[in-house]
């Protein structure tokens, strides 16, 4: 019954920031959660994955947006935020938040952060980086 919204897309100018929030029907402090993202005729990418909260919310950030954007849940878990700072066009896109349904424990040592590593998503918010 795992249900995701994304909210807090728009357009921004470059060197602008933006802050989307994916909200969870339940929490997923014990689960793995990401971010990905799809430009007009090209494949959806990962950009930013954090891991179940018991074993250290583990992040990974893609290389493109290292240093820039910034990954976090809120402490009941219901909440999972992507702080975009120093927006180019290259980020323009649609942004999907998306979470695997197993959790923990066990948990696996590793986070995943690929697209075939998800089974639950969101509908996607629009994020537009144009002068």
């Known amino acids: 019954q795992l249900q995701l919204v994304e909210t807090g897309g728009g357009s921004v100018q470059p060197g602008g920031s933006l802050t989307l929030s994916c909200v969870a029907s339940?929490?997923?402090?014990?689960?793995?959660v990401g971010w990905f993202r799809q430009a007009p005729g090209k494949e959806r990418e990962a950009v930013s994955c954090i891991g179940p909260r018991p074993i250290g919310s583990r992040t990974v950030y893609m290389d493109f947006v290292k240093g820039r954007f910034t990954i976090s849940r809120d402490a009941a878990g219901n909440t999972v935020y992507l702080q975009m700072n120093d927006l180019s066009p290259e980020d323009t896109g649609v942004y999907y938040c998306?979470?695997?349904?197993?959790?923990?424990?066990?948990?696996?040592?590793?986070?995943?952060?690929?697209?075939?590593?998800?089974?639950?998503w969101g509908q996607g918010a629009q994020v537009t980086v144009s002068s």
């Open positions: 339940f929490t997923l402090k014990d689960n793995t």
């Open positions: 998306a979470a695997d349904s197993r959790r923990g424990p066990p948990f696996r040592a590793n986070t995943r952060c690929t697209v075939n590593a998800y089974d639950s």
